[in-house]
């Protein structure tokens, strides 16, 4: 009786080791995830410390109006409101036509802090709300890989997400766009579809509709998730791994998920009727068939089970090829078949170029190169391989969804240079997996070489306690077994042969990890090359966040031998406009400016960046393709009086409307057929010096961004394109320049009057001009330019 006493004895005290190193465990991943979200956070304020607490960029303008606008009227202005300030004279529901996830957000967390009495400015909040939501999808990132391969691969791929360039580049505070609470959404739903997966919990499969439909208020990339998780589960079916949890996991979703994005204004009846779902309802019938197969199979003998299987195939194949039917005869009407131009554009790449060139102007609509994933993902890109390779050791349901995340992650970002957003978190759960399988290698790996250890007790602490637990199995049963036996000594032979029995399979284990184990000097040297590649990445990261992705678009900076030049030509055009114009002049320029206008001008606009009126869009381009006089007609017509135009052609501004002028070519030819992109090219060659076209050289663009161009410097030197440009010397009949910026980068023309374009003409003959008096009391009707 001494040796299970003695056991006994033991058990309690490692049992006892064990709670307490796990709750050390646990206050510790706590620390370090605070931690993380500190560095989340604070990692993204370079953009407020170097220049000032400003909303970046074009899109988050829009998006800062509307949040004025819901934290000053209300919600239920919000969804009526009308806005006549742009798209004129179409005007835009804005209630209908947005995603209001980050709007929504931002207004409860400003009402919030209103309610405690911390007295913040919309546009603080705004400023902050990305950085505070990398916070949350970095501690999103940790409890989806948690799931996957443990709490060390979770705070691995956490501190990685903290610091990704990608995941910075549309986060750093002032970006207050979509992506901002949109990548938390999308990892979180992700993480509450693998929990569901683990547990069968219809409770977490619950919350995983209401994350979708988080995410489907907050950006149009939620397809991404409603075509992932089907592929997911479909790869679940094939590979012969359905179980009830599989059903739980995606029946709910779907169901509850697709009514809760029927809800939202800007999808309604899109949740049912385009093709982007219909994987989803597809799959959702395929394992409802598999389900009845399996539910079938346990009430069935094995030959009456063929019979039904047979029938139920027969049925499953029937519905499925009805269903395929209805959805074929739904889209067959429509042109892209039921999918939308940025989708095709998806799936295949040469889309927007042949037949949506307002999509392929964008650049961030751009397929990236192989720089910019060095930039954007840095050494992850080398570390992916070896994560995926892990996740197959051992191959899970979890870890598969992992490995076809990736997978489709790394086709759409090679297609999108935005959707390198996507990929960011994918590529930082692979990679944090990676790194603590190979930590985890490696150290142990030392621990069985460092001298001092003894080789049965101290090397793995988890052999000697699954030991313990055997032996005080053994122990109570030999107790039960006392007590209904008189036998004694034969048990004891038995338990003596037993107990010989286990020790050498005890050492047999130990002997086979010690076999697996690196050598000493490798392992010593592979650690300092990960903590060396990982001193890399986060000086790059550091970098990143500090001067590629911290300057906002509204204030532009350069460097020279002098200093720092400052130049903050767009808020000082815009100032213009808002305090030396009046509140219902138009205010025409291309649609990138459109949003910037209306929201620090506050004046109307023709076109912004919603770009949902093609046709429109089409009108100012060929606006600004055509000679001065045919100009003037199509602006006038519109009720246009001002016009503002980009120009970097002084400082060095590539981003300006020259550069950008062919697109506006593409898109009006679309619509307008007498506009042809080889009128302004020589020989196939984008010109503006000596060689250019008269088309070229007589277009609306050319002369607004040149205009008096000459003044600066004698020669009329473009320091964006490298050359003196083609026509110096020239003078504007219908347009007058009213304002120009101290850098030159944004020039305001107005347009003439009608009574000042005739003075200056010859007087006719009598009959010619009493015919026009005639005409003119009679009233002329206005000439439709684009007939």
């Given amino acids: 009786m001494a040796a299970p006493e003695a056991s006994s004895a033991a058990v309690p005290t490692l049992m ?87 709007t929504l957000t931002a207004g409860t967390i400003w009402w919030l802090l209103n309610s405690l009495n911390i007295p913040l400015s919309v546009e603080t909040v705004c400023v902050f709300t990305a950085p505070i939501f990398s916070a949350f999808a970095s501690w999103a990132t940790y409890l ?66 209401i994350a979708y439909f988080y995410m489907v208020c907050s950006w149009g990339g939620y397809t991404f998730i409603i075509n992932l998780i089907p592929m997911h589960v479909l790869l679940c079916i094939v590979t012969g791994r359905y179980s009830s949890r599989l059903y739980i996991a995606y029946a709910p979703l779907v169901v509850l998920g697709t009514l809760l994005a029927a809800l939202v204004p800007v999808v309604g009846f899109n949740a049912v009727m385009t093709s982007e779902h219909f994987a989803s309802f597809l799959v959702f019938i395929i394992i409802h068939v598999v389900a009845l197969v399996y539910y079938i199979k346990g009430i069935l003998s094995p030959k009456m089970f063929k019979v039904a299987v047979t029938l139920v195939i027969s049925a499953g194949l029937a519905v499925c090829c009805a269903v395929i039917a209805v959805l074929i005869a739904l889209v067959a009407s429509s042109p892209t078949k039921g999918w939308s131009g940025r989708s095709l554009s998806l799936l295949d790449p040469t889309y927007a170029s042949k037949y949506i060139p307002i999509i392929a102007s964008v650049s961030e609509h751009q ?9 954007d993902i840095n050494v992850l890109a080398f570390l992916v391989p070896a994560g995926i390779i892990a996740c197959f050791l051992p191959l899970s349901d979890a870890s598969s969804f992992v490995v076809l995340y990736i997978a489709t992650s790394v086709y759409f970002s090679g297609v999108m240079v935005r959707l390198m957003l996507v990929l960011a978190p994918a590529a930082c759960i692979t990679s944090g997996i990676a790194l603590s399988q190979a930590f985890d290698v490696f150290t142990r790996s030392i621990k069985f070489q460092l001298p001092g250890l003894s080789s049965n007790t101290e090397v793995d602490a988890g052999e000697t306690s699954s030991a313990t637990k055997e032996a005080q199995n053994d122990a109570v049963k030999t107790e039960k077994a006392e007590e209904t036996s008189k036998d004694r000594p034969s048990r004891k032979s038995k338990k003596k042969e037993r107990e010989h029995v286990e020790k050498p399979s005890t050492k047999t284990k130990a002997e086979k990890k010690r076999l697996l184990a690196l050598p000493l000097e490798a392992s010593v040297i592979s650690l300092l090359l990960l903590v060396f590649l990982g001193a890399f990445y986060v000086v790059h990261c550091v970098w990143a966040a500090a001067e590629a992705y911290s300057a906002p678009s509204i204030v532009l900076t350069s460097h020279s031998h002098d200093g720092l030049h400052v130049f903050d030509d767009f808020r000082e055009a815009y100032a213009w406009l808002r305090h030396n114009t009046d509140v219902d002049d138009k205010v025409a320029s291309w649609w990138d400016y459109g949003y910037q206008t209306t929201a620090m001008a506050n004046r109307t606009v023709i076109v912004d960046n919603n770009t949902w009126n093609n046709t429109h869009i089409a009108t100012v381009g060929t606006a600004m393709s055509s000679p001065e006089k045919a100009a003037w007609e199509i602006f006038h017509s519109l009720d246009v009086k001002y016009i503002l135009v980009v120009f970097g052609g002084l400082v060095g501004y590539p981003s300006d409307d020259i550069n950008k002028f062919l697109w506006m070519v593409r898109i009006g030819g679309g619509v ?66 009213v304002f120009t910026t101290h850098h030159w980068m944004v020039r305001i023309y107005k347009l003439k009057p009608q009574k000042n374009r005739i003075r200056g003409k010859t007087k006719k003959s009598k009959s010619k001009t009493s015919s026009t008096s005639s005409s003119k009391r009679s009233g002329t009707r206005k000439k439709n330019p684009w007939h």
């Avoid at 604070?42 to 220049?51: A, D, G, N």
């Avoid at 397929?367 to 930039?375: A, D, I, R």
Wanted: hydrophobic share 40%; glycine share 8%; charged share 20%.
């Fill in 367 to 375: 397929p990236p190169t192989w720089p910019s994933y060095f930039m």
């Fill in 144 to 209: 989806l890989t948690k799931e996957v391969k443990g709490a060390g691969a979770g705070l691995t791929a956490a501190v990685l997400l903290a610091m990704v360039p990608s995941y910075i580049s549309r986060s750093v505070a002032g970006s207050y766009d979509n992506e901002a609470v949109a990548i938390f959404a999308l990892i979180f739903t992700f993480y509450l579809y693998i929990k569901t997966l683990n547990t069968g919990s219809l409770f977490y499969a619950t919350l995983n509709s």
């Fill in 672 to 737: 307008f057929p007498h506009i042809k992109e080889p009128d302004y090219l020589r020989d196939g060659q984008y010109r503006i010096d000596s060689q250019a076209t008269p088309t070229m050289l007589n277009c609306l663009m050319y002369k607004l961004s040149y205009y008096r161009f000459v003044e600066t410097d004698g020669k009329g030197f473009d320091r964006v394109r490298r050359t003196e440009i083609g026509k110096k010397y020239f003078k504007l009949t219908h347009f007058e320049e």
């Fill in 16 to 102: 006892t080791n064990n709670t307490l190193r796990n709750a050390f465990g646990g206050v510790l991943s706590f620390f370090i995830l605070l931690l993380i979200g500190v560095l989340a956070f604070s990692i993204r304020l370079f953009s407020v410390i170097k220049y000032e607490s400003v909303i970046h960029e074009f899109d988050p303008y829009f998006n800062y109006r509307v949040t004025q606008f819901l934290t000053k009227n209300g919600i239920y202005e919000f969804w009526n409101w009308f806005d006549d300030r742009t798209w004129y004279p179409l005007g835009r529901v804005i209630g209908g036509t947005v995603y209001p996830g980050l």
